[in-house]
């Protein structure tokens, strides 16, 4: 029903900014909470940040925790990752996802429903 698509990802020097956009076909996701994933070589996919229906409420991985902010435009029906002061270990695949859960967990998203295709964002030293 909802078809995520990344963008703004690539390849930036360490202490730089990107900033990831993702950008949903299908139903408004004011229906939705959203969310930020990341996945580098080797280790499991981990939650990176989630924002509630309405934007009020926001959770972030203790190692992004800021240096990363996460908003959302329902009218665009849009959500985006911004992202500063960048570190190697930040590189990964990030993935946005939608939760139809009414609330946030309090690890970030109770269990997504939909997923991205996933975008690189590697960090050079």
């Known amino acids: 029903q909802v078809q995520l698509v990344e963008s703004g990802g690539g390849l930036v020097q360490a202490g730089g900014s990107l900033r990831l956009s993702c950008g949903a076909t299908g139903p408004t996701i004011s229906r939705y909470s959203m969310g930020w994933f990341r996945q580098a070589p080797g280790k499991e996919r981990e939650v990176v940040a989630a924002?509630?229906?309405?934007?009020?409420?926001?959770y972030y991985e203790d190692s992004v925790q800021g240096r990363f902010t996460i908003s959302r435009d329902n009218a665009k029906n849009t959500v985006y990752l911004q992202m500063n002061s960048l570190k190697p270990e930040d590189t990964a695949v990030y993935y946005c996802?939608?939760?139809?859960?009414?609330?946030?967990?309090?690890?970030?998203?109770?269990?997504?429903?939909?997923w991205g295709q996933g975008i690189q964002v590697t960090v050079s030293s």
């Open positions: 996802a939608a939760d139809r859960a009414t609330t946030l967990g309090s690890k970030g998203l109770q269990s997504p429903d939909y």
């Open positions: 924002i509630s229906r309405s934007g009020i409420n926001t």
